[in-house]
């Protein structure tokens, strides 16, 4: 008996006893069997600040149905009876609306022939480790919100830089890289399926002229007009509209024939005179508006460079503005 090993006599240990039971500040009680239930003894201190209805002479089922504890505490006395074993297990209660993380540990009190007659309770307070665990789910969550957001700018921060790097700045259509780099790319394909390909190059028209008489910010002005209209013409996905340079449009058009090319330049064409742009130092005869002069090279089966189509696409340019601008034509390869 630790008493004995200790030198202390029974008095003294019944004295060590009352001073664990009334000062600790883990709960402890003692139950006594009765028919299909558990009767409250006694409580200390600490097991009354957990929970008030531990009184004396209450039955633990009334106790657990009052105070909303779990069924499996129940469930732990009769397994302790059962087995004659100390049990434990883990209850959550809510005290004063918070919620405890409590290490319960039942012990069986046999009589002389040792039939249980009560059974002693505690319970190891470890609720600053739910606590703790709390703070760092809560954490967690922080640092998973602030990376979802981080991980949105960046998103956003490269869906821009993209757009910059593919987009031109004045009229916002693709810009001339983002052009060649479809370019190469269509006539690959072109090649490959012997399919046609064609390529369709717009120029503003006295340009020169328009910026002296009007002024570079009109120019700015007109050039995003024009860029506009042409790009809402109705074209397909796989066609590519662009700012190749200066007051030059170009228009790339994959699988297309001949015929939907030059139907798609003659839109540009009406487009941008539909615009009405006063262009009163054009000389283009019986147009004082802005217009284009467009020149087409469509490779019907591949077989092509993309300079060879550029040349080709220019030469029939260069055709157009001869036959006195404003109009479109036409080189197939
Ligand atoms: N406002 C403005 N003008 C530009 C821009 N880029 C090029 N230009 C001008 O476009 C003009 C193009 O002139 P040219 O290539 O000589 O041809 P053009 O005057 O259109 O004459 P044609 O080809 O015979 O119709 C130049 O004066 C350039 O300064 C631009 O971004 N904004």
Redesign the pocket.
Known sequence: MPADALSFNEKQFRQLIDTLWSQTLNPMWVCKVVQDDFEMVSANEAAFRVDANQKPGVLLSDVVKKSGHDNSVLAGYFTCLEKGEVVEFEQRPFVHGKEMLFRTLLVPIKNSRGAITHIWGTAYNLSDLLDAQLSLEQDKDALQRKLTERTQQLHAARRTLEELATKDS?TQIANRQFFDENLTRAVLRANRGKEPLALILI???????F?QRYG?QA??ES?QKIAQVISQIDLRQDDVVARFS??TFAILMPNCEASDAERIAKAALQRVQELKIPHETSEVEGAKVMTV?IGVAVSPFGQITSDSLFKEGGNALDIA?ASG?NCVRMTVL
Request: glycine fraction near 12%; proline fraction near 0%; hydrophobic fraction near 30%.
């Open positions: 004045l120029e503003a028209d006295y340009f020169k002229r910026n570079m120019g700015d050039l200066g007051n002069t503005k601008h």
